[in-house]
Structures are given as structure tokens and as C-alpha cells.
């Protein structure tokens, strides 16, 4: 498996950025990508010292979703092959989701099928104006089964409900409407300045608040709001008011001073 299909870097700041890398097929992925992503985002989660993680796309495309070749190819495995190929789509997608770091996606042209998952699953996303989103496996006779769980977190089912179904393709103020983006700039200058900047805002929170932050929103989302989960969240809370961040953090706001983690 050559590792130029998915680039690493890490900055002294730690940012790691993430960059899907085969622009000549539009960063469609196959079973080589998807291990490659898998074993960093993998690696990722453990990492001392990294604080962001931006999800980037060389070319003209972020991802035009599942490459047609290796789709071609998996039409002649057996039930229990393509059930085990999928299976490592969905490992990849679910460690990118439950990262214990903030991810950002910058999107730039083409989103497609697992493409719009990979968005989906990201903390925060931003698009530039141009591009375009689709999750057109209808159109193929396939579903999005394997990111379905995140894209329906992200836009609801009602809207899954239109875009699952048509297939058809939707820009980028439309994607920022239905809940996939959150912010949409003008072009790729505009898309490198907001990273840039989404990053300073993060790097102003704690590191393990953040992680506790994205637990906390799994534990919470779509749950019932009874005994077992008040007490859940107390315990969170709880346990937070204790922790060294909490002591540092109020320490640094009553002395008028940056805590250690913005130093």
C-alpha cells in the first residue's frame, strides 16, 4: 500500500492535517485509502501533543466517494467479502467520528457518496461556495448504508429522506441550510484562513474538555431526558470540577492570566 494515497502532517503546534491524495480519480477511495485512513485516525486518537486535526483534499476535488474500479472489482466478492469490506469502511468512519480530537473538514469542489461522510463525521466543516454535494448511490443502485449514521446525525432524516432517495446534487449554501457545513467561504484562500482560524479557537480550549465535550454530545444526542441521564451528566460534571484543567482553567480567569494550555 503506497502512503502517498493519504498524506500526514504535523505541525510543533499540533495540528495534524490530514490530506486525501489522488487527485487524478478526485480522491475516491478504495480498500487501500480506507486502511490508510483507518490506521490514522487510529494513531491519531493516542497522539500526546496533538490538539486539531484538519481534514484536507489535493486537486480540484475533496472526494468523489468510492473509486468505480474497486466498486467494479467488489461485485465479484461473495456476500460475506462484501459485508467484511464494508465493514472496514465503517471501522474508518466510526474512528474518525469518535476521534477524542477536534476535527475540521475543508471542502473544496466534489462531495460524494463517502465523501459526504467523511464530512459528516468531522466536528466542524467548511465549504467553499463551488462545491458540490451528493450522496448519489441510488443512482448506481447502491445506498449509503456504511455513512448513514452520520449523515442522518448531521441533516436529520427528513432531509436524508430527499437527498438519499433523488441522489441529486446540492451546492454549498444548501449543505450549510440542512446542518452538513457550518460555514461557507468564498474560495480556497478563504478555505486555508478559516482552518487557520477555527483552529486559534480551539487551541483556546482545554484539551481534555474537548474530548470530554465530543463524549458528552454522543452520550446526550437523541437520549431520553430521565433519571439515568441527569445522573450521567452530574457525574461529568462532576468529575470536570476536579480535574486539573477546571483548577487551572478558573485559576487563570480570576488571575487575569492565560491558563497553561494557551501558553
Known amino acids: 500500500m503506497s502512503d502517498d494515497s493519504v498524506l500526514l502532517h504535523a505541525s510543533p503546534e499540533g ?6 491524495n489522488r487527485p487524478e480519480v478526485h480522491n475516491a477511495f478504495d480498500a487501500e485509502v ?8 487510529a494513531d491519531l486518537a493516542g497522539a500526546d501533543g496533538v ?18 474500479n474497486w466498486m467494479r472489482h467488489a461485485a465479484g466478492f461473495s456476500e460475506q467479502e462484501n459485508r467484511e469490506d464494508a465493514r472496514a469502511l465503517g471501522e474508518m468512519m466510526r474512528r474518525l467520528d469518535t476521534l477524542p480530537k477536534p476535527t475540521v473538514a475543508l471542502v473544496q469542489g466534489a462531495a460524494f457518496g463517502g465523501g459526504v461522510g467523511l464530512v459528516a463525521a468531522c466536528d466542524i466543516a467548511v ?43 446540492f451546492d454549498a449554501g444548501e449543505a450549510r441550510r440542512i446542518g452538513l457545513v457550518h460555514e461557507v467561504v468564498a474560495d480556497a484562500e478563504a478555505l486555508a484562513a478559516a482552518g487557520e482560524r477555527i483552529v486559534e479557537r480551539l487551541f483556546t480550549a482545554a484539551p481534555g474538555a474537548i474530548a470530554d465535550a ?7 444526542a437523541g437520549r431520553p ?20 484543567e ?3 482553567g478558573v485559576a487563570a480567569f480570576l488571575e487575569k492570566r492565560k491558563p497553561n494550555w494557551r501558553e
Open 15 to 20: 495540528v495534524a492535517t490530514v490530506t486525501l
Open 34 to 41: 480506507i486502511e490508510r485512513l483507518s490506521d490514522i485516525f
Open 51 to 68: 490538539r486539531a486535526v484538519l481534514l484536507k483534499a489535493a486537486g480540484k476535488s475533496f472526494s468523489a466517494g468510492a473509486d468505480l
Open 127 to 169: 465549504a467553499v461556495s463551488d462545491a458540490a454535494f451528493s450522496l448519489s448511490e441510488v443512482k448506481l443502485g447502491l445506498v449509503p448504508a456504511v455513512v448513514s449514521p452520520y449523515v442522518i446525525a448531521a441533516i436529520g432524516a427528513r432531509q436524508a429522506r430527499r437527498y438519499f432517495l433523488t441522489g441529486e446534487r
Open 214 to 220: 465530543k463524549d458528552l454530545i454522543s452520550a446526550v
Open 225 to 244: 431526558i430521565d433519571a439515568h441521564l441527569i445522573d450521567d451528566t452530574a457525574r461529568r460534571i462532576a468529575e470536570r470540577r476536579t480535574h486539573h
Open 246 to 248: 477546571a483548577r487551572e
